[in-house]
Structures are given as C-alpha cells and as structure tokens.
C-alpha cells in the first residue's frame, strides 16, 4: 500500500472549518424552528381541550369515573364520582378503595388481572354513613380505570314499573278503565281498558269530551252532563250509571266514579275517573225487579206494578183534568177447566186471555193480573164513559174468542166493572173498590157483561154489608 500524500505546511483540510452561514440560512432554519413550536403549541391546546371536553363530558354524565392501582388506592377521581360518593371535596389520592365500596366491589377493585367485561353489582358507601345500589365497570386498557354508576334510579324505575303492571294487569281483570281530564287545556287521557269498554280499539282515536259524549245514549247524556257540573261546581260527588251505545249497536251499561284534583288555591285543575262495566249487574237488577213487579207465569204486571202505575196515572189526570179508567175483570166458566184438564192446560189459557188482553189496550194503558183468574186495565187518558166502555168491550171480545188446545176447544167468559177518576172515586182504594162493585153487579146479571160503576151500586154494597 502506498503512502498518504503529504500536504504542505500550512495547508488548510476542508473539513476542519465549516463555512459561514449565510442570512439567507439563518432565516430559513429559524423559520422551520418556529414553525416546529407553533405545531407543538397547537398539539398542545388541542389536546387541553380535547381533556376538558372529555372532563365536562365525564361530568355531565350520570355515572363517575376513577382510576384506582394495583394495592387498591384512589389515583383519581371524577367530581362526579366525588359527589356520588358524598365527598365534597374530592376523594382524595390513596384512600383505600374498601372505605368508598362494599366487599363485592372492593374484592373486584383489589384484584389483579384483565379487566372484565361485566359491571359488578355491589353497594357503593357515602360520607355521611349511608350507602347506595351500584355497578363498577372496568373500562378497557391497561389502566385502572373504572366507571361508577347508582342504581338507586334504576331500581326506584323497576319498582315503580312493576307496581304500575301490577296496577293494569288489577284493572284489566276488573275491567276497570281510567280517564284523566285536564280542566284547563280540555286534555283529555284514556287508558286502553277505557276504549275497550266503550267499544273502541285502544287509541283508534283521540280522547275528547265531545266524542265521549256523542257515545253516550241519547236519553243519558244530558244527566250525565248535569253531574259532571254539578261535580265541578263542588255542589255534588260525581257518581251515575249511563248507557253507552256501541258501533254494532249493543248498549252497555257503566258505571263511573270521578274526584277532582285541585292546585293549592283550592282551584279544580283536573278531574280523574274510574269505570267499569256494569250490564250483567243491570240485568240481574233488572230480573230481580221484573220478578218482584212481574207475574211469574203471565209475564203481567203484578198487584205492586198496577198499584204504582195506578198512582202516577191518577196524579197525572189531575194535572190534565181528564179522567182515568178502571176495568177490573173476572174470568168465567176457568175453573171447569183446571178440574177437567189440569192445571197445567189452566196456565196455558191463562197465559194466552194475558196475551190477548195486552193487545187489546192502547199503548199507554196497562193490563194486570191480580189474582188467580182476576185481571185489571188501567185505561189512562179517558176523556168520558163511553170511551172507557169502548176499551172494555174490546176486552171482552178478546176473552170470548174460542182457545184451541191439543185439539180441543175451550171457551171462558168474563165480567168486567169499570170506574173513572175523579169522578166516580177520589182515591185509589175508592177506584178499585167501586171497579170490584160494577165487576160483581156485571156478573150477577149473567156472564159475558160490562158494567159501568153508579152510586147505587155502593148504596146497594152498603145496605148489604
């Protein structure tokens, strides 16, 4: 290898001295230097404010949040969770974590190990000595770092939501419905019971007072609006049974019971009511009343129903100045049949001279029976004698008409009485006694007779007595 050439004495090697920078370089290196913090800066803000909006995201949130290591101490811990677990002041770096939970969660907070995926459920302790339901949930990644929610909420939420399906499934076995009407904004809430009970389909349409109404029988509507006044004007409890008219055309009956609920001036701000269906208990009622009104094997009024209705038919021609008519009839030639072919071919005839009878009288007259084979008519609106003796001869023809039972023809007569209010007797008992006068006279002069009452039948009554 040869040797290095030798430089002269003297001579300058280019690498020990660098050049001068110039201004021009100067510049641009300062430049790049500034624009290198500019960028740091910028990181900077944008991740401070990246943390705040994460802090004031944390703190805006429901549950808390802190990181704990490996012995089970506080690292950190969000305002939130500070508040949620009655620290004022923040919970203090280092507090041990089985001071701030129960065992459950403390046990999970100590252990070391993966994290997770599921809350813990545990009891999370307060400042003041109390303690509330929790989860503990670690987040993902090699941090500590955990979210803390109460469940207090939560569970009040479950409690309430099982006490309110307690509530319905209570109503829909009693077929309650509820309405909630808001006096001033005229708001008016059904729950689904409430459509089905005015046979409608929940939420086919919305509530309202006036659609409420429209459904109500014609011939309710206005009492059932009375009450609901006189309710608001506190003059009376709201309680009525109405009629309400169903699509198909079936009527039901209900029942509804309302409160008012009034703000703190003692002003009604909402009226709030419970109904149920009451039908089957209208038509119990209803054969239970046509049993104590009605004749059981006629279906006639009974002597309760034709005193009653005697009444108000008497008060009423008063007030019209017009009369009323008493027929009172007694079947002939009954008896023979009873003995002859029983008593159930009896009931027979006597279910169809009822039958005939009722189609004898005018529509606002009525027919009875009082007796084994003893009937009455009141003849309500009878402007004079004849038009009484009018009626009552069209009964007779009724009676008199041939029956035909398994072939064989039975014929029964009848003695009719007839007397008028006011002015052949002043009082009911006089009306009836003085129709039973005329009744005896028309059969002791032979059968298939009517005979109007006259004084004389009474002067006869009394001198015989």
């Known amino acids: 290898m040869g040797a290095l050439p030798r430089l002269p004495l003297g001579a300058h090697l280019p690498w020990k001295r660098a050049q001068p920078m110039t201004g021009q370089a100067f510049t641009a290196v300062a430049l790049l230097l500034l624009v290198a913090v500019i960028g740091l800066l910028a990181g900077l803000w944008r991740s401070r404010r990246r943390l705040k909006t994460l802090e004031a ?22 305002r939130r969770a500070s508040a949620m677990l009655g620290v004022r002041e923040g919970v203090h770096p280092g507090t041990m974590v089985r001071t701030l939970f129960g065992a459950t969660v403390t046990a999970v907070l100590e252990k070391d190990g993966p994290p997770s995926s599921d809350p813990v459920r545990g009891t999370a ?12 949930h670690r987040v993902a990644g090699p941090a500590r770092v955990w979210i803390l929610r109460d469940l207090s909420d939560e569970q009040e939420l479950a409690r309430l939501r099982a006490a309110e399906e307690r509530s319905n499934t209570s109503r829909r076995f009693a077929g309650l419905g509820i309405w909630d009407w808001s006096i001033d904004s005229d708001t008016l809430f059904w ?21 409420f109404l429209a459904l109500i029988h014609p011939e309710d509507t206005a009492r059932v609006s009375e009450s609901e006044a006189a309710c608001l004007d506190g003059r009376k409890a709201y309680d009525e049974d109405y009629r309400v008219v169903w699509r198909d055309g079936s009527v039901r009956w209900l029942r509804e019971t309302a409160n008012l609920v009034r703000d703190d001036t003692g002003q009604a701000v909402r009226m709030v009511g419970v109904v149920r269906d009451v039908t089957q208990e209208k038509e119990a009622e209803n054969r239970v009343l046509r049993l104590a009104l009605h004749d059981p094997l006629t279906g006639l009024p009974n002597r309760a129903a034709f005193e009653a209705r005697l009444d108000q038919v008497m008060v009423r021609a008063r007030e019209d100045q017009r009369q009323v008519a008493l027929a009172f009839i007694d079947l002939d030639r009954f008896k023979p049949i009873n003995d002859t072919f029983g008593h159930a071919t009896g009931d027979r005839v006597l279910t169809i001279i009822s039958h005939r009878l009722s189609e004898a009288v ?59 209010h006011p002015k052949l007797a002043a009082t009911r008992e006089a009306l009836v006694h003085s129709a039973d006068l ?19 039948l009474a002067e006869d009554d009394a001198r015989t007595a």
């Open 57 to 78: 995201v944390l703190e805006g949130t429901r549950d808390g949040v802190f990181e704990t290591d490996r012995f089970g101490r506080v690292v950190w811990a969000s």
């Open 362 to 420: 005018r529509p606002d007259d009525m027919v009875a029976r009082v007796g084994g084979d003893e009937f009455v008519a009141v003849l309500a609106g009878c402007d004079n004698d004849a038009q009484a003796l009018t009626v009552a001869g069209r009964l007779l023809e009724a009676i008199r008409s041939p029956i035909i039972l398994d072939g064989v023809i039975h014929k029964v007569g009848a003695s009719i009485g007839v007397s008028l």
């Open 438 to 456: 005329a009744m005896y006279a028309a059969k002791r002069g032979g059968s298939l007779r009517v005979r109007l009452f006259t004084p004389e």
């Open 125 to 136: 302790h307060c400042a003041d000595g109390g303690w509330f339901p929790a989860t503990v």
């Open 191 to 211: 729950s689904d019971e409430m459509f089905g009970l005015l046979g409608l389909r929940p939420g086919e349409m919305a509530p309202s007072r006036g659609r």
